[in-house]
């Protein structure tokens, strides 16, 4: 198969449209008669409802309805599904549509109120009247787990609801034969993937039809479908999801289900009215899933060399007030903690708690950022105690080229074994250390440090699984028109999907890539599927959209022989025409080939699998895929004010064959900004309370383009020998080292006159400049 | 977040604008450029009964050069002193402070009354009213008055402006041949300042004639310390003196912890700003004689 | 004498050369009266606090947010949204630019970052990198990490140099 596109910068299929104000986001959907819902939210951390009186609001001119849990039918005055079980997972709680009776965080959606406008139903909001009483609300993570905690469910005797462990090898025996054993605790506090587009939700019901339309800013839009059928008791034929153009997802766009996904359905069913409710931006802070809060006490084992003998993490992970996306998050911490690093032993091992803080799931990098800050933070930490070069110590623990498939010896999120499918861990390093200049490093260290500059360099390496199943599938059509039409079963959030498929499909079928229009989370063009999270898209989906489209090509040239009495052997497809090779009258465009796979009279025969020029294909892979690389930086700090400033920064990343660099690049770059919020700018602050203080644009700080510098970019490509593509996951990439990178580059700064030792993330001008000032 | 229902006037004058104030001005707010009170009233942190809006009034909106002073319309948009040539000239301390403040697209709307009488602690425009001696005029039914900026400022969002005055203009001394310099931390690009220093210095044979110093983001007003002036006056500017004072500049201060940053950091460098925004000043101040030198540099 | 205060105006108000006239609810904001009462919903609402930049359009020329004004103070204005600039068949340069240097991802924050960059590029037909990231500060984005923007915005500039503004409607 000719690759005119496939591994091309090609320019995005779905820009046209996003430039020029086309876009359809789930706020543009606008339906005849629309009214708009707005959620009452707990003012509290932790506090019984005594009563609820909504008569007020009620009256109000323009509320159409008031919700409490008292009006919610059985299904959904439960609590909502759990998503992912674990057998660690002993406390599988789970949030509600509306609180039964007891708030548990700041932001718990207690009534729903449904107006003409969302003006008039946040009017309706003040007027309602909750009797809250107080309970003493548990914030602090190590507080969570102290025997005298006030309880998040009181229900339970403890606020850890699973401890799970898992070891390679033995630990006991590598530590006691260690020439040195370290030992660090390492904290990563809260932030939030903060999208620019924050939730929504439109629902329409049409009771005629009896047929439920949602709109949802979602990232798994068909299990949504699959899930709302049940809660509604309706078949799945009567519920279609559809995830329009959804303005960054980043992870917590997926919950299955977060209330108002429920609530509006329901109202629109019960009002028979289209109902929207939009989140604003004060409620994605406090009612949108959070991520990053873990508390590492972490120990590696070195021989004299620092060869690694073993490394040891034992930590907390908060789950916030529920814990419905289960386990993932610490288990994708502990499993991402090794690295490109040989272990021989592992001990990892992890307690999830309950506090009265907003829910926890995965947020881009998902765990990620911490295994890798905890591994890198102890590679240096050996490197300084040995006084060995800190990549030399790295060189000597890389996993070789002629290991893999490395087994890592754990159970990876997908349950499945942690394999490493293939890599080349060395050269990344060496790419980047070249990039980054790091040997004529120290001169130049000492040239800015004459000149009174503190300016440090930094350098970590990564493993990032995705590529994760269970399955993705894609239907490729080529219409009478020749237009070329294909349904995913994944939403997209910019990733890029509108081109990067069509270019596989391009390729397959011969046609330019912009005439190859893609349908992507609609529950209505793709009936199974699982969704757009864990860098997984491009492997499962694109490899599903690849088997497509090479089936749609073998039945077009199927067609294409009977119609033209021709050997297949002796057709070729070329610009989207079937021809006998060496002749030019015996040809078939793709649009007449469609025509003809689709007869009025007569019959089709039973090779033909289906009508039409069409085919549907399903990818599941075995495992995930596991890309790797290297970020370095060059930092400078302002030793006065603690202030920073990148002067340089580079990624050299390995995820195998790449489908289109442009979009690569751009899906690294944003990860890296995301990373930086991660290092200096953002956190969520919570007081003793559980009061959340950070719930503006003006308190919680995104970098903008004055923060973040220019990310030079190389690649190695590697393919993944688990899917006929050789493709990687890409999403998490990014941010997954960045704290990692800063935590040596300021310190790498600072030395030898101050000797600051950073364990925890994010920093912050004040922080780091007490840590200076404490030297 | 969406505001909370109020009543919308949109006087055309300023005497339309001070009788509407007269009676609604207790339970009323003022809309100027709105860059802080519209997101108070979406967050239902503001709820005003009756919004008096200013934007229609064009006679709030002007520069104007007097003796030795620069008066601008309450009503003047922050880009419109960041552009103009008189304030570039006359007043490069607010022509240096202006560009801090937020964005351009905040600067459009935003104006030069609007950030004096909301008197955010941490914004530039009332710290650089600090420095240069600016007098403030208000109108009211009652009649005009003017105030220093010292006695405007009274606590964290509170001024010396009565429920039914109207902040109409501020005067500003020109200050074209002294030193400026406006120094800020911020967390970010066009966030409000951690700390902050205004600094302006006359220099007259080398020596340092007079100096003021305001800082923004260390205490409930823009905050000066006298005592912090005093070491560099009839002194030849050196590094020791700079260190001296931000030591007492870091002494005097006496700001409040938040969560972005703790009152020991907002001094610390709010000392280091003042010492660096001295040196600063001192280099750009133009001896009386400055003229011919450097037009003498320019040609050589 | 000054109308006393009400709670419901008239506005009438030219978008993208359009003239629209309205009763609204004084309270209003002028970005939902774009997007609800005129169908206009290219320009987006990310914060609702003047932070994000999403909602930026042009008022008489001059990047604002749309967010942090009431409907009713745009009475006699000339709006300009993200809607004027190009078509999807013929993309305006600064339009072109985006694309070509993969200046967007998901497209939420993309109008804001335009109409902020247009207004821009007239005052400043020749910016530095640092005065375009300067005035880009003022405006969000979550996925590009900013630097497809600036390449974008930098190489419209020249562009426009070369091939006129193209943006009929707003002069």
């Given at each position: 198969m000719a690759t005119r596109y496939f591994g091309a910068r090609v320019k995005r299929n779905e820009d046209p449209r996003l430039l020029t104000g086309r876009g359809m986001f789930v706020d543009d959907v606008q339906p005849t008669g629309v009214v708009h819902g707005a959620v009452l939210r707990s003012p509290h951390a932790h506090a019984r409802i005594r009563s609820i009186d909504v008569a007020m609001a009620a009256a109000l001119p323009g509320v159409v309805a008031v919700y409490t849990h008292a009006d919610l039918p059985a299904t959904l005055a439960a609590p909502l599904p759990k998503l992912i079980p674990h057998p660690a997972l002993i406390h599988h709680k789970t949030q509600y549509a509306l609180a039964p009776g007891i708030v548990r965080h700041v932001g718990e959606a207690v009534a729903f109120v449904v107006a003409d406008s969302r003006y008039v139903a946040e009017d309706a909001l003040d007027l309602i009247d909750v009797d809250y009483e107080p309970l003493a609300a548990v914030v602090d993570l190590e507080a969570a787990v102290a025997p005298d905690s006030p309880l998040?469910?009181?229900?339970?005797?403890?606020?850890?609801?699973a401890h799970y462990t898992q070891r390679v090898g033995d630990i006991e025996a590598a530590f006691a034969r260690a020439a040195h054993v370290f030992t660090e605790r390492f904290t990563v506090d809260r932030g939030t993937a903060a999208p620019m587009e924050c939730r929504g939700v439109v629902a329409q019901w049409d009771h005629k039809m009896r047929q439920l339309t949602v709109w949802d800013s979602t990232q798994a839009p068909i299990p949504i479908r699959n899930g709302l059928a049940r809660l509604l008791d309706?078949?799945?034929?009567?519920v279609r999801v559809i995830a329009p153009d959804v303005g960054g997802g980043f992870g917590p766009k997926i919950m299955m289900f977060y209330p108002e996904e429920v609530l509006v359905p329901y109202a629109a069913m019960q009002l028979r009215r289209p109902v929207k409710w939009i989140e604003d931006r004060r409620e994605n802070f406090a009612a949108m899933n959070q991520e990053r809060e873990q508390i590492h006490d972490a120990q590696i084992a070195v021989d004299a060399d620092g060869g690694i003998l073993g490394v040891k993490t034992v930590f907390l992970y908060d789950s916030g007030a529920y814990i419905p996306y289960g386990i993932i998050v610490p288990i994708v911490a502990s499993t991402t903690l090794p690295g490109p690093y040989r272990i021989p032993n592992y001990h990892c091992e992890f307690q999830a708690v309950f506090t009265n803080k907003t829910i926890v799931s995965p947020y881009r990098g998902a765990g990620r950022p911490h295994g890798v800050f905890v591994m890198e933070r102890l590679m240096d930490r050996v490197a300084r105690e040995l006084n060995l070069d800190r990549t030399e110590v790295r060189r000597r623990n890389f996993i070789q080229n002629?290991?893999?498939?490395?087994?890592?010896g754990l159970i990876y999120q997908d349950n499945a074994p942690l394999i490493y499918d293939s890599g080349n861990y060395p050269a990344v390093f060496a790419r980047a250390l070249e990039m980054i200049g790091y040997e004529r490093w120290p001169e130049q260290r000492a040239r800015y440090r004459r000149d009174g500059r503190h300016v440090g360099l930094g350098v970590a390496s990564y493993v990032e699984g995705g590529g994760i199943g269970p399955y993705e599938g894609c239907r490729v059509t080529v219409e009478p028109s020749g237009k070329v039409h294909a349904a995913t079963s994944v939403g997209t959030q910019g990733q890029g999907h509108f081109t990067s498929f069509a270019q596989i499909i391009a390729d397959a079928l011969t046609v330019p890539v912009e005439d190859v229009v893609i349908t992507t989370g609609d529950s209505g063009a793709m009936s199974w599927g699982t969704g757009t999270f864990a860098s997984r898209a491009a492997v499962v989906a694109g490899n599903a959209v690849a088997l497509a489209a090479q089936a749609v090509r073998e039945k077009a040239l199927k067609v294409a022989a009977t119609t033209l009495e021709a050997r297949v052997d002796d057709l070729e497809l070329r610009d989207g025409q079937v021809s006998v090779r060496g002749s030019t009258e015996r040809s078939l465009s793709l649009a007449k080939i469609a025509v003809a796979a689709n007869p009025l009279r007569g019959t089709i025969p039973q090779d033909w699998e289906q009508p039409g020029l069409e085919a549907s294909r399903f990818f599941a892979p075995p495992r995930g895929t596991f890309a790797g690389g290297t970020h370095a930086a060059i930092v400078e700090v302002d030793v006065a004010t603690g202030m920073i400033k990148i002067l340089k920064y580079v990624v050299v990343h390995d995820c195998g064959t790449i489908i289109n660099p442009m979009i690569l690049e751009g899906q690294i770059r944003g990860g890296v900004a995301q990373g930086i919020g991660n290092a200096f700018y953002e956190k969520l602050i919570y007081d003793e309370n559980g009061q959340l203080l950070t719930q503006t644009f003006m308190d919680y700080l995104l970098p903008t383009a004055m923060e973040i510098p220019e990310v030079e970019i190389d690649h190695i490509e590697t393919p993944s020998p688990l899917n006929p593509l050789g493709v990687k996951g890409a999403g998490e990439a990014g941010v997954i080292p960045v704290p990692a990178v800063f935590a040596q580059a300021l310190e790498d700064a600072l030395q030898p006159e101050y000797p600051i030792r950073i364990s925890q993330m994010p920093l912050s001008p004040n922080l780091l400049l007490q840590m200076i000032q404490r030297q | 977040m969406k505001p909370a229902p109020f009543q919308y006037a949109a006087p055309e004058t300023v005497d339309e604008a001070v009788m509407l104030l007269s009676e609604y001005g207790r339970d009323g707010k003022i809309l100027a450029g709105g860059q802080s009170l519209v997101p108070l009233l979406a967050m239902r942190l503001a709820r005003p009964s009756v919004l008096i809006d200013l934007n229609r009034i064009a006679e709030l909106d002007y520069i104007r050069q007097t003796d030795g002073e620069v008066a601008i319309g309450a009503m003047t948009r922050q880009r419109t002193i960041e552009r103009s040539g008189e304030v570039r000239e006359h007043l490069p301390l607010w022509w240096e402070a202006v560009r801090y403040v937020g964005h351009p697209q905040i600067r459009n709307r935003g104006t030069v009354g609007g950030s004096l009488a909301h008197a955010d602690p941490s914004a530039e425009l009332p710290a650089a009213a600090a420095a240069t001696g600016a007098t403030l005029v208000t109108r009211s039914t009652r009649g005009e008055r003017t105030v220093s900026a010292e006695g405007f400022f009274l606590s964290y969002l509170a001024t010396a402006l009565e429920p039914d005055e109207l902040l109409v203009e501020v005067r500003i001394p020109a200050h074209a041949r002294a030193g400026t310099a406006f120094l800020e931390v911020a967390r970010r690009h066009g966030d409000y300042a951690l700390a902050g220093v205004a600094a302006m210095v006359t220099m007259r044979d080398g020596r340092c004639e007079a100096v003021r110093l305001a800082f923004t983001?260390?205490?409930?007003?823009?905050?000066?310390v006298a005592e912090a002036e005093e070491p560099l006056i009839g002194r030849r500017p050196e590094e020791s003196v700079y260190a001296e004072i931000a030591r007492i500049v870091a002494g005097r201060l006496d700001p409040d912890s938040d969560i972005h940053a703790s009152a020991a950091y907002r001094k610390d460098v709010a000392g280091v700003l003042t010492a660096r925004a001295l040196a600063l000043a001192v280099s750009r101040a133009q001896e009386p004689m400055a003229d011919s030198r450097s037009s003498m540099v320019d040609h050589g | 004498m000054a109308d006393p205060p009400t709670s419901i105006r008239r506005v009438t108000v030219r978008v993208n050369g359009r003239e629209h006239s309205r009763e609204v609810d004084v309270r209003l904001t002028l970005v939902d009266f774009l997007r609800e009462a005129l169908a206009l919903t290219g320009t987006h609402v990310g914060c609702?606090?003047?932070?994000?930049?999403?909602?930026t359009i042009l008022l008489n020329g001059e990047a604002v947010r749309s967010c942090l004004m009431f409907a009713v103070q745009a009475d006699g204005a000339e709006v300009t949204t993200v809607e004027a600039l190009g078509t999807p068949e013929r993309l305006h340069p600064l339009q072109e630019a985006f694309r070509d240097h993969h200046g967007l991802q998901c497209g939420f924050c993309t109008p804001g970052f335009l109409m902020t960059a247009v207004a821009f590029l007239r005052e400043t037909p020749q910016p530095t990198d640092e005065e375009i990231r300067e005035v880009l500060s003022g405006n969000l984005c979550r996925c590009t990490g900013y630097q497809g923007i600036v390449e974008a915005v930098r190489d419209a500039a020249e562009r426009l140099r070369t091939q006129g503004p193209g943006l009929e409607s707003t002069e």
């Amino acid at each position: 198969m000719a690759t005119r596109y496939f591994g091309a910068r090609v320019k995005r299929n779905e820009d046209p449209r996003l430039l020029t104000g086309r876009g359809m986001f789930v706020d543009d959907v606008q339906p005849t008669g629309v009214v708009h819902g707005a959620v009452l939210r707990s003012p509290h951390a932790h506090a019984r409802i005594r009563s609820i009186d909504v008569a007020m609001a009620a009256a109000l001119p323009g509320v159409v309805a008031v919700y409490t849990h008292a009006d919610l039918p059985a299904t959904l005055a439960a609590p909502l599904p759990k998503l992912i079980p674990h057998p660690a997972l002993i406390h599988h709680k789970t949030q509600y549509a509306l609180a039964p009776g007891i708030v548990r965080h700041v932001g718990e959606a207690v009534a729903f109120v449904v107006a003409d406008s969302r003006y008039v139903a946040e009017d309706a909001l003040d007027l309602i009247d909750v009797d809250y009483e107080p309970l003493a609300a548990v914030v602090d993570l190590e507080a969570a787990v102290a025997p005298d905690s006030p309880l998040v469910h009181d229900d339970m005797d403890t606020n850890v609801c699973a401890h799970y462990t898992q070891r390679v090898g033995d630990i006991e025996a590598a530590f006691a034969r260690a020439a040195h054993v370290f030992t660090e605790r390492f904290t990563v506090d809260r932030g939030t993937a903060a999208p620019m587009e924050c939730r929504g939700v439109v629902a329409q019901w049409d009771h005629k039809m009896r047929q439920l339309t949602v709109w949802d800013s979602t990232q798994a839009p068909i299990p949504i479908r699959n899930g709302l059928a049940r809660l509604l008791d309706l078949p799945q034929a009567s519920v279609r999801v559809i995830a329009p153009d959804v303005g960054g997802g980043f992870g917590p766009k997926i919950m299955m289900f977060y209330p108002e996904e429920v609530l509006v359905p329901y109202a629109a069913m019960q009002l028979r009215r289209p109902v929207k409710w939009i989140e604003d931006r004060r409620e994605n802070f406090a009612a949108m899933n959070q991520e990053r809060e873990q508390i590492h006490d972490a120990q590696i084992a070195v021989d004299a060399d620092g060869g690694i003998l073993g490394v040891k993490t034992v930590f907390l992970y908060d789950s916030g007030a529920y814990i419905p996306y289960g386990i993932i998050v610490p288990i994708v911490a502990s499993t991402t903690l090794p690295g490109p690093y040989r272990i021989p032993n592992y001990h990892c091992e992890f307690q999830a708690v309950f506090t009265n803080k907003t829910i926890v799931s995965p947020y881009r990098g998902a765990g990620r950022p911490h295994g890798v800050f905890v591994m890198e933070r102890l590679m240096d930490r050996v490197a300084r105690e040995l006084n060995l070069d800190r990549t030399e110590v790295r060189r000597r623990n890389f996993i070789q080229n002629d290991e893999f498939p490395y087994d890592v010896g754990l159970i990876y999120q997908d349950n499945a074994p942690l394999i490493y499918d293939s890599g080349n861990y060395p050269a990344v390093f060496a790419r980047a250390l070249e990039m980054i200049g790091y040997e004529r490093w120290p001169e130049q260290r000492a040239r800015y440090r004459r000149d009174g500059r503190h300016v440090g360099l930094g350098v970590a390496s990564y493993v990032e699984g995705g590529g994760i199943g269970p399955y993705e599938g894609c239907r490729v059509t080529v219409e009478p028109s020749g237009k070329v039409h294909a349904a995913t079963s994944v939403g997209t959030q910019g990733q890029g999907h509108f081109t990067s498929f069509a270019q596989i499909i391009a390729d397959a079928l011969t046609v330019p890539v912009e005439d190859v229009v893609i349908t992507t989370g609609d529950s209505g063009a793709m009936s199974w599927g699982t969704g757009t999270f864990a860098s997984r898209a491009a492997v499962v989906a694109g490899n599903a959209v690849a088997l497509a489209a090479q089936a749609v090509r073998e039945k077009a040239l199927k067609v294409a022989a009977t119609t033209l009495e021709a050997r297949v052997d002796d057709l070729e497809l070329r610009d989207g025409q079937v021809s006998v090779r060496g002749s030019t009258e015996r040809s078939l465009s793709l649009a007449k080939i469609a025509v003809a796979a689709n007869p009025l009279r007569g019959t089709i025969p039973q090779d033909w699998e289906q009508p039409g020029l069409e085919a549907s294909r399903f990818f599941a892979p075995p495992r995930g895929t596991f890309a790797g690389g290297t970020h370095a930086a060059i930092v400078e700090v302002d030793v006065a004010t603690g202030m920073i400033k990148i002067l340089k920064y580079v990624v050299v990343h390995d995820c195998g064959t790449i489908i289109n660099p442009m979009i690569l690049e751009g899906q690294i770059r944003g990860g890296v900004a995301q990373g930086i919020g991660n290092a200096f700018y953002e956190k969520l602050i919570y007081d003793e309370n559980g009061q959340l203080l950070t719930q503006t644009f003006m308190d919680y700080l995104l970098p903008t383009a004055m923060e973040i510098p220019e990310v030079e970019i190389d690649h190695i490509e590697t393919p993944s020998p688990l899917n006929p593509l050789g493709v990687k996951g890409a999403g998490e990439a990014g941010v997954i080292p960045v704290p990692a990178v800063f935590a040596q580059a300021l310190e790498d700064a600072l030395q030898p006159e101050y000797p600051i030792r950073i364990s925890q993330m994010p920093l912050s001008p004040n922080l780091l400049l007490q840590m200076i000032q404490r030297q | 977040m969406k505001p909370a229902p109020f009543q919308y006037a949109a006087p055309e004058t300023v005497d339309e604008a001070v009788m509407l104030l007269s009676e609604y001005g207790r339970d009323g707010k003022i809309l100027a450029g709105g860059q802080s009170l519209v997101p108070l009233l979406a967050m239902r942190l503001a709820r005003p009964s009756v919004l008096i809006d200013l934007n229609r009034i064009a006679e709030l909106d002007y520069i104007r050069q007097t003796d030795g002073e620069v008066a601008i319309g309450a009503m003047t948009r922050q880009r419109t002193i960041e552009r103009s040539g008189e304030v570039r000239e006359h007043l490069p301390l607010w022509w240096e402070a202006v560009r801090y403040v937020g964005h351009p697209q905040i600067r459009n709307r935003g104006t030069v009354g609007g950030s004096l009488a909301h008197a955010d602690p941490s914004a530039e425009l009332p710290a650089a009213a600090a420095a240069t001696g600016a007098t403030l005029v208000t109108r009211s039914t009652r009649g005009e008055r003017t105030v220093s900026a010292e006695g405007f400022f009274l606590s964290y969002l509170a001024t010396a402006l009565e429920p039914d005055e109207l902040l109409v203009e501020v005067r500003i001394p020109a200050h074209a041949r002294a030193g400026t310099a406006f120094l800020e931390v911020a967390r970010r690009h066009g966030d409000y300042a951690l700390a902050g220093v205004a600094a302006m210095v006359t220099m007259r044979d080398g020596r340092c004639e007079a100096v003021r110093l305001a800082f923004t983001g260390v205490g409930p007003v823009p905050v000066r310390v006298a005592e912090a002036e005093e070491p560099l006056i009839g002194r030849r500017p050196e590094e020791s003196v700079y260190a001296e004072i931000a030591r007492i500049v870091a002494g005097r201060l006496d700001p409040d912890s938040d969560i972005h940053a703790s009152a020991a950091y907002r001094k610390d460098v709010a000392g280091v700003l003042t010492a660096r925004a001295l040196a600063l000043a001192v280099s750009r101040a133009q001896e009386p004689m400055a003229d011919s030198r450097s037009s003498m540099v320019d040609h050589g | 004498m000054a109308d006393p205060p009400t709670s419901i105006r008239r506005v009438t108000v030219r978008v993208n050369g359009r003239e629209h006239s309205r009763e609204v609810d004084v309270r209003l904001t002028l970005v939902d009266f774009l997007r609800e009462a005129l169908a206009l919903t290219g320009t987006h609402v990310g914060c609702e606090h003047g932070v994000c930049g999403a909602c930026t359009i042009l008022l008489n020329g001059e990047a604002v947010r749309s967010c942090l004004m009431f409907a009713v103070q745009a009475d006699g204005a000339e709006v300009t949204t993200v809607e004027a600039l190009g078509t999807p068949e013929r993309l305006h340069p600064l339009q072109e630019a985006f694309r070509d240097h993969h200046g967007l991802q998901c497209g939420f924050c993309t109008p804001g970052f335009l109409m902020t960059a247009v207004a821009f590029l007239r005052e400043t037909p020749q910016p530095t990198d640092e005065e375009i990231r300067e005035v880009l500060s003022g405006n969000l984005c979550r996925c590009t990490g900013y630097q497809g923007i600036v390449e974008a915005v930098r190489d419209a500039a020249e562009r426009l140099r070369t091939q006129g503004p193209g943006l009929e409607s707003t002069e």
